[in-house]
């Protein structure tokens, strides 16, 4: 699976992540390549299209998919988290109904309808409500930040069917197009920019009673759970995103001539590559270690987040490190390091900021 991701990186997202970053263009053609290839449905079982090669195989995955274009991994993720999902708290309806559309390409992408305007990390602050009228669920409401949200031929929904606070919480399957769903304005990002970031919008938007994903009321687990793998796939993008950044680093400083020598002989930036190095392998075997627990079935919360909050910081350290590397040169996007430091900045943020993983750790820590 490493090597059929790695290939396909360098091969095809590689020579054009910097046209797609410029033009913000959705890598269409290039996601459908990636669904014929399994890579679309890493650990999702046969039967619904996927690789069922499980989570070490996907994060490896990812890590060279980040490598090559860090927007086409954003979109990639978003699409196994959504269909890992679906096989876990789906029916079995619902599974065959819509896990093939996302593994085969069929759909374009998938989106995770988590976060609204007023809360991203407080998810339990939610207010977009759903109300049983008959036969049916009407969901009014707004989200924010929704990755592939135009894009979707599925969405999970968030909203809220009870009280206050994380119990009162449900998750819904809102297809793409539904009548009452409208989405907003393309987000202008930093980075990732050929990955679509939108806000989406539910007016009175009607779902039949089997749109209802897992249980009433404990959507927010289902949310959580989705949360916790979804924090391997961030961290193995930073560590995929960081290792571009070195390498390119590493090329330039042994071609960069400065006081008549190639600057890779200079102690200063010998130790600026040597640091980062260490720090990426690090990372890449924090992030390995999460998805060995969760391949074997066991708890991984504290590991996935230790992973995620370590990889993301520092593959964003390894680009700053990247950019200072290259000089001026490293500050315009006629070399990749400028693009790899815009993209990675978003991993100590999305799916939980670096922030809430410490509380993650602390919380579990404490526990034991």
């Avoid at 690789?51 to 998919?65: D, F």
């Avoid at 009673?209 to 759970?225: D, I, K, N």
């Avoid at 960081?242 to 071609?255: S, V």
């Amino acid at each position: 699976m490493r090597e059929t991701a790695r290939a396909f990186a360098q091969k095809s997202l590689a020579p054009i992540a910097g046209q797609l970053d410029r033009e913000s263009r959705f890598p269409r053609e290039q996601l459908r390549e990636l669904a014929e290839l399994g890579l679309m449905g890493v650990n999702v079982p046969e039967k619904y299209g996927g690789a069922e090669a499980g989570p070490v195989a996907y994060a490896l995955a990812m890590m060279e998919i980040a490598q090559g274009c860090a927007a086409t991994a954003v979109t990639m993720a978003v699409n196994n988290m959504v269909a890992e999902t679906l096989c876990r708290f789906g029916s079995e309806e619902q599974k065959a109904r819509y896990v093939p559309e996302i593994t085969s390409g069929r759909f374009e992408a998938a989106s995770f309808g988590l976060s609204e305007p007023h809360c991203g990390s407080d998810a339990a602050a939610l207010r977009t409500s759903a109300r049983r009228d008959g036969d049916s669920w009407v969901i009014n409401g707004s989200k924010q930040w929704i990755t592939s949200g135009d894009r979707a031929g599925l969405i999970i929904v968030w909203a809220r069917t009870g009280g206050n606070g994380s119990k009162g919480i449900s998750a819904f399957l809102v297809e793409g197009g539904a009548r009452g769903l409208h989405v907003g304005r393309h987000e202008d990002k930093m980075g990732v920019r050929a990955s679509t970031t939108v806000s989406l919008s539910f007016e009175d938007l009607r779902l039949p009673a089997g749109a209802l994903l897992g249980p009433q009321e404990q959507g927010f687990g289902v949310a959580m759970t989705a949360l916790e793998g979804g924090r391997i796939g961030v961290s193995a993008q930073a560590v995929g995103i960081g290792t571009a950044a070195l390498e390119a680093a590493a090329r330039y400083a042994q071609q960069r001539q400065a006081f008549g020598r190639p600057i890779a002989d200079y102690q200063a930036i010998r130790f600026m590559l040597a640091d980062s190095a260490t720090e990426l392998e690090a990372a890449r075997l924090l992030t390995l270690r999460a998805a060995a627990l969760k391949e074997a079935g066991r708890p991984f919360a504290l590991e996935g987040s230790m992973a995620k909050l370590y990889s993301a910081e520092k593959a964003i350290k390894a680009c700053d490190r990247a950019v200072q590397v290259h000089g001026g040169y490293g500050y315009i996007d006629e070399f990749p390091v400028e693009r790899h430091y815009r993209d990675v900045r978003v991993t100590a943020i999305y799916e939980g900021t670096s922030e809430i993983q410490r509380h993650v750790i602390a919380r579990e820590l404490l526990r034991e």
